[in-house]
């Protein structure tokens, strides 16, 4: 799987926007952008995913480079709930046995 | 949405004995799940593949003898941790993919069983 680069952590103010990054830079062209999270103690949560366009869900925006080497998740207004380790994957979106890779993530720490 | 149930949420066993952990789809039905495990303060760590009706297929270095997968319908998968010892103490997660129609179709994850062996 290619590889993904995020910050460690990233703080942001409540109801404040939030704008993770994430970089992958040897995407292939059939690479699929995921975002998860995991909040503390429960298994990680599907958050928006894109290939090459910017989407848009009632969670969160995605926002692809043109070169689609970068990424940015957007939260519009955080809440404390936002709280939670993002995760920025790539991997082919078809077949029975894809899986996903988790590097690190970003720890997102949401101030009151 | 498509749910995915594990269970036990949490297990203390003592070294030596044997513990099965289930997960289940509840909504969808899912020929594939993955079992992930996941060391305090570290990423998830993908351990197998889980398929229905056949053998999982393990990530290299995780031993198909101590952690044996069964997937014997489409809405249940289970992991058996053999002869369990101190190392093997921690959160282990499954997730399914709901089977697409066409195009894409995300994981979704159980809320994960954490496992103390003393």
């Given at each position: ?9 990233m ?21 699929y ?19 090459t ?27 404390l709930?936002d ?10 979106s ?12 970003t ?6 | ?5 594990q ?14 952990i289930?997960?289940?789809s ?68 499954c ?21 103390t062996?003393?």
């Amino acid at each position: 799987d290619a590889k993904t680069t995020q910050p460690n952590s990233m703080e942001s103010n409540e109801e404040e926007p939030v704008h993770l990054p994430c970089n992958h830079s040897t995407i292939s062209g059939t690479d699929y952008i995921h975002w998860y999270r995991q909040l503390p103690s429960q298994g990680p949560e599907y958050v928006i995913h894109g290939l090459t366009s910017n989407v848009n869900n009632r969670m969160a925006s995605l926002a692809i480079a043109e070169d689609r080497k970068s990424s940015t998740l957007i939260l519009h207004r955080a809440t404390l709930r936002d709280a939670a380790v993002y995760y920025c994957i790539l991997s082919g979106s078809g077949g029975s046995n894809y899986k996903l890779t988790f590097g690190k993530g970003t720890l997102l720490t949401v101030n009151p | 949405g498509a749910v995915v149930s594990q269970h036990p949420s949490w297990v203390i066993c003592k070294s030596g004995t044997s513990v099965k952990i289930e997960c289940r789809s509840l909504d969808f039905q899912a020929t594939t799940m993955f079992w992930y495990r996941q060391f305090p303060k570290q990423s998830l760590m993908l351990m197998a593949t889980s398929n229905e009706g056949s053998k999982a297929t393990y990530e290299q270095g995780v031993e198909k003898d101590k952690f044996l997968i069964n997937h014997a319908s489409l809405t249940l998968s289970t992991l058996t941790v053999t002869s369990a010892h101190p190392e093997d103490s921690s959160f282990y997660i499954c997730s399914a993919r709901t089977d697409p129609t066409g195009g894409y179709s995300p994981l979704h994850f159980g809320n994960g069983t954490r496992l103390t062996v003393t």
